[in-house]
T-cell receptor
Framework: DVKVTQSSRYLVKRTGEKVFLECVQD?????MFWYRQDPGLGLRLIYFSYDVKMKEKGDIPEGYSVSREKKERFSLILESASTNQTSMYLC????????????FGQGTRLTVV | KQEVTQIPAALSVPEGENLVLNCSFT??????LQWFRQDPGKGLTSLLLIQSSQREQTSGRLNASLDKSSGRSTLYIAASQPGDSATYLCAVSFLMDSNYQLIWGAGTKLIIKP
């Protein structure tokens, strides 16, 4: 069974903290994505990666960075958490082969206080 | 630029009814279209994937169709149940500058009333 696993379901962090959100997939997928989801705004792409050590900015990269040191792991980093980064964060992965599905993790609900 | 629109944004129907959710996209050069379900506060679950060469896919009470030329897909849910209540999202995949892209609709929030 395919699996994308996010390290935490719920996180509460303080303003100014450095926050790491981890995502691991066991499908040997090349592509990995980080999204945030907010009411009324839908899914918005933060960063994505097409290969190890490769990263591309999505629609809303400001305030975030990512790391992909290994193929199976894609980390989202909030350098200095702010209250407007309170959101649901979703990780996804897919094969580079044309026409394949994207699979999602269970999501991390991050609250910054 | 590829845009994906889902109408309606919300839908409430009595249990047992058949219903249709709509997804439209502006650029027909897609590789596939995927329908997802999301329950409140949780991640996404893939429901159906339709390749660009296919017209429809079926899974249980769900049937998804794809008309690439008109830029439309529908998700048909037969004999709706309260457990079908969720937000349904569609996403299209395509190649842009040699990179794989996924573009999402905003979703349709479905409520099935017992």
């Amino acid at each position: 069974d395919v699996k994308v696993t996010q390290s935490s379901r719920y996180l509460v962090k303080r303003t100014g903290e450095k926050v790491f959100l981890e995502c691991v997939q066991d499908m040997d997928h090349e592509n990995m994505f980080w999204y945030r989801q907010d009411p009324g705004l839908g899914l918005r792409l933060i960063y994505f990666s097409y290969d190890v050590k490769m990263k591309e900015k999505g629609d809303i990269p400001e305030g975030y960075s990512v790391s992909r040191e290994k193929k199976e792991r894609f980390s989202l980093i909030l350098e200095s958490a702010s209250t407007n980064q309170t959101s649901m964060y979703l990780c996804a992965s897919s094969s580079r082969r044309v026409g394949t599905e994207a699979f999602f993790g269970q999501g991390t609900r991050l609250t910054v206080v | 630029k590829q845009e994906v629109t889902q109408i309606p944004a919300a839908l409430s129907v009595p249990e047992g009814e058949n219903l249709v959710l709509n997804c439209s996209f502006t650029d027909s050069a897609i590789y596939n279209l995927q329908w997802f379900r999301q329950d409140p506060g949780k991640g996404l679950t893939s429901l159906l994937l339709i390749q660009s060469s296919q017209r429809e896919q079926t899974s249980g009470r769900l049937n998804a169709s794809l008309d690439k030329s008109s830029g439309r897909s529908t998700l048909y849910i037969a004999a709706s149940q309260p457990g079908d209540s969720a937000t349904y999202l569609c996403a299209v995949s395509f190649l842009m500058d040699s990179n794989y892209q996924l573009i999402w609709g905003a979703g349709t929030k479905l409520i099935i009333k017992p």
